[in-house]
C-alpha cells in the first residue's frame, strides 16, 4: 500500500526557513501528482502546493513567492521549501497523493 513519511518540521522564529519532505513508497512515484496540505488548529485541511509528474507546480496565494515545492523521482521524495515564514504558517503539514493517501503529519511552529 502506499506510505508517505514527512520530516523536517519543527519551531522556527517568523522570518525564518525550513524544509519538509516526504519520502514516498507503494507508488509509482515518477508518474503521481503530489502535494502538501497543511491544517492549523481550528482550522479546514488546506493545499498549499502541489507539482504534476511532470513538474508543474502550483501555489495557494498565501504562499506563493515564499515557498517551493519539488521532488526527486529517483529517490521518490518530495520536498517543500518554507521561507520568511509567518506565525499563520503555523499548522501541521501532511503530504499526500492528490487520490486518497496521506502521510501522517509534521508539526510546523513559527513564533512571534
Known amino acids: 500500500q502506499v506510505q508517505l513519511v514527512e520530516a523536517g518540521g519543527g519551531l522556527v522564529q517568523a522570518g525564518g526557513s525550513l524544509r519538509l519532505s516526504c519520502a514516498a513508497s507503494?507508488?509509482?512515484?515518477?508518474?503521481?501528482?503530489m502535494g502538501w496540505y497543511r491544517q492549523a488548529p481550528g482550522k479546514q485541511r488546506e493545499l498549499v502546493a502541489t507539482?504534476?509528474?511532470?513538474?508543474?507546480?502550483n501555489y495557494a496565494d498565501s504562499v506563493k513567492g515564499r515557498f517551493t515545492i519539488s521532488r526527486d523521482n529517483v529517490k521518490n521524495l518530495v520536498y517543500l521549501q518554507m521561507n520568511s515564514l509567518k506565525p499563520e504558517d503555523t499548522a501541521v503539514y501532511y503530504c499526500?497523493?492528490?487520490?486518497?493517501?496521506w502521510g501522517q503529519g509534521t508539526q510546523v511552529t513559527v513564533s512571534s
Open positions: 507539482i504534476s509528474s511532470g513538474g508543474v507546480t
Open positions: 499526500s497523493d492528490l487520490f486518497n493517501s
Open positions: 507503494g507508488i509509482i512515484f515518477r508518474f503521481n501528482d
